[in-house]
């Protein structure tokens, strides 16, 4: 009997939860594919996303999607702040649904880290200008860190302001049909930048203590979790560590899981680094999975559901990770995109009878 292929339920406030068919979660992936730069996905995510969904996996969450045009980490990012994008991503999770997967969404807003060039062939990390369809950023502090063109530091209004913008794009997104939303606060982006003192330097009730610091995401996660139906777990996303005893540590990251769980987040991710140069360990085979264990730990006993990710390919691998006990699931991001159909041969591999492989039922005359 497979663990990663054993069913959860992500448990929510109404106390009924979410059950997942396995424990194979798609992790975000940005695809810089709208084309129109307007936010509004397209038919290329409908079938990159409706085929992870195919392919087996318990949830798929559609990848960073700003909750404000300017929280784009490039122009041809997407988008949830109108209803044209409304219903564009309401076709991409009828269609995650129709193929037995769980539609889930990252909601991310990039700070600092916005207006960037795509991520696309020949493209590489640097500022959009204005000039060329870029716009001014945000962020905790003007900080020189992340090596892009200065972010203004965002004043008490603005936040008041940003605060209300997530709601609004949680609000949509159950109206698109998602039934996860996991808040963004790794990598770097905005709310990282206000968690981890690399770049925040603050001085309002917003910088300077761990209070202080977690304020912004404890507020956001209040907000959001006010309009997010009562049925659907609210997930979150953190960088663990930035690597360095100066920045964002795992001791942090452990207690602030603990507050948010009691403020109704049930679903933590735990990845890490995302701000100036990368100091942690050689990345790979399950190089960040550690990191899940601990947060994990420190969640022992409140049933919530810690997933680990960072280099993650096979199924075997996956599997050792949930049987020692270091997480609930397993996200899966490059090796999903080279094998949609990942989870299903991770089944495979794993024993699972053909009758109980997750893929979608016109793939099943393949099995033999
Ligand atoms: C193409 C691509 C796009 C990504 N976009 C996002 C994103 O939108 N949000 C996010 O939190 N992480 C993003 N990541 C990071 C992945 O979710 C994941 O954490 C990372 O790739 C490590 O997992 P892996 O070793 O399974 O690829 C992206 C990674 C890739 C390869």
């Given at each position: 009997m497979s663990t990663l292929f054993s069913p959860v339920t992500l448990s929510t406030p109404d106390g009924d939860g979410l059950a997942l068919r396995n424990r194979a979660v798609v992790a975000p992936m940005c695809q810089y594919s709208v084309d129109a730069e307007d936010g509004v996905p397209t038919d290329w995510h409908l079938s990159h996303l409706g085929a992870l969904a195919a392919g087996g996996f318990g949830l798929v969450i559609a990848e960073?999607?700003?909750?404000?045009?300017?929280?784009?980490?490039?122009?041809r990012d997407t988008g949830l702040w109108n209803d044209e994008q409304t219903r564009a991503w309401k076709r991409i999770t009828d269609l995650i649904r129709a193929n037995g997967s769980v539609p889930g969404l990252q909601l991310a807003h990039a700070g600092a880290k916005a207006s960037t060039e795509p991520m696309?062939?020949?493209?590489?990390?640097a500022s959009v200008p204005e000039s060329e369809g870029g716009w001014q950023t945000v962020s905790s502090s003007v900080s020189?860190?992340?090596?892009l063109a200065p972010a203004r530091e965002l004043t008490g209004e603005d936040i008041e302001q940003l605060v209300a913008d997530w709601a609004a794009a949680a609000r949509r997104a159950d109206e698109a049909g998602f039934d996860v939303v996991q808040i963004h606060a790794a990598h770097g982006y905005l709310l990282h930048q206000f968690l981890s003192p690399l770049a925040n330097t603050r001085?309002?009730?917003?910088?300077?203590?761990y209070e202080n610091r977690t304020r912004l995401v404890k507020r956001i996660v209040e907000a959001v979790r006010a309009e997010w139906p009562a049925h659907k777990p609210l997930a979150i996303r953190f960088s663990?560590?930035?690597?360095?005893?100066d920045g964002w540590t795992l001791a942090e990251t452990v207690r602030l899981a603990g507050e948010l769980r009691a403020l109704g987040v049930t679903a933590f991710d735990i990845s890490s680094a995302g701000i100036g140069r990368y100091a942690g360990?050689?990345?790979?085979?399950?190089?960040?999975?550690a990191l899940a264990a601990a947060v994990r730990a420190g969640l022992e006993g409140t049933d919530s559901f810690v997933t680990a990710v960072g280099m993650i390919t096979t199924g075997v691998q996956a599997e050792h990770v949930l049987v020692t006990g270091q997480a609930d699931g397993v996200a899966i991001a490059r090796a999903a995109l080279e094998n949609p159909h990942w989870a299903a041969v991770a089944a495979r591999e794993l024993g699972v009878p053909a009758e109980e492989n997750p893929r979608a039922t016109p793939l099943w005359r393949g099995h033999w």
């Open positions: 960073a999607t700003a909750v404000v045009p300017e929280g784009r980490i490039s122009p696309l062939p020949g493209l590489r990390e020189d860190v992340f090596g001085t309002d009730e917003y910088g300077g203590s663990g560590t930035d690597w360095t005893e360990p050689k990345s790979g085979p399950g190089y960040q999975t």
